[in-house]
């Protein structure tokens, strides 16, 4: 769940970043403002920075930053991360690498979703297939003893009205079952974005 969260929510922080600090507030604001929230569990954990400074706890900004990458399971927040306990150490232009970086998760994500997509484009067909001719075969089947009459017994053997029911109802049932699976294959394929 954290992993999903920071993939949705991490492209925004790095462009916030990017607008706040462009405009001249420095990284510890920047880094407040985020924590103020909107950002789910990286406001949570911007937040909590913030916190462990303001209490005097803290060895300062850098090492609650490096306790953070382990704290992080997203590729892109854990270098969002990196990113910044470079800066802090060793005083690189911080601001050019966070639209690097915003440009290249930019990319990724439309790369995603154009994946999904194609993954889906003929899931729309298979289901209204499935779920239009499935129930006319099966009302097809479910008639055939009232439409041969007498010569059903002949071609099919003796049929039961009670089994034929039995199959036009499993049919049903597993048709919506097949639209349920197909549904939730498409589920999971998102890329959660």
């Known amino acids: 769940m954290r992993k999903l969260d920071e993939k949705k929510e991490i492209l925004y922080v790095i462009r916030t970043l990017d607008v706040l600090m462009s405009s001249g507030v420095g990284l510890e604001a920047a880094l407040h403002t985020i924590g103020k929230g909107g950002y789910g ?38 270098r969002l991360l990196n990113t910044m306990y470079t800066n802090l150490t060793q005083n690189t232009d911080l601001v050019e690498t966070l639209r690097k970086q ?31 001719i499935g129930p006319i075969i099966l009302a097809i089947v479910g008639l055939v003893p009232q439409i041969l009459g007498d010569g059903a017994e002949a071609i099919i053997g003796s049929i039961d009205q009670g ?3 039995s199959i036009v109802n499993g049919g049903l049932i597993f048709t919506v ?4 699976l197909i549904g939730l294959k498409a589920h999971t394929k998102d890329p959660g974005l």
């Open 177 to 180: 079952i097949g639209m349920m």
């Open 41 to 78: 569990i990286i406001s949570k954990d911007f937040s909590s920075i913030m916190e462990k400074l303001g209490s005097g706890k803290s060895r300062g900004l850098e090492y609650e930053v490096k306790a953070m990458m382990n704290k992080a399971e997203s590729e892109g927040y854990r």
């Open 163 to 165: 089994m034929i029911n």
């Open 102 to 132: 915003g440009k290249r998760m930019e990319e990724d994500r439309n790369e995603s979703v154009n994946k999904y997509i194609e993954d889906l484009g003929g899931v729309p067909e298979t289901l209204l297939s499935i779920g239009m």
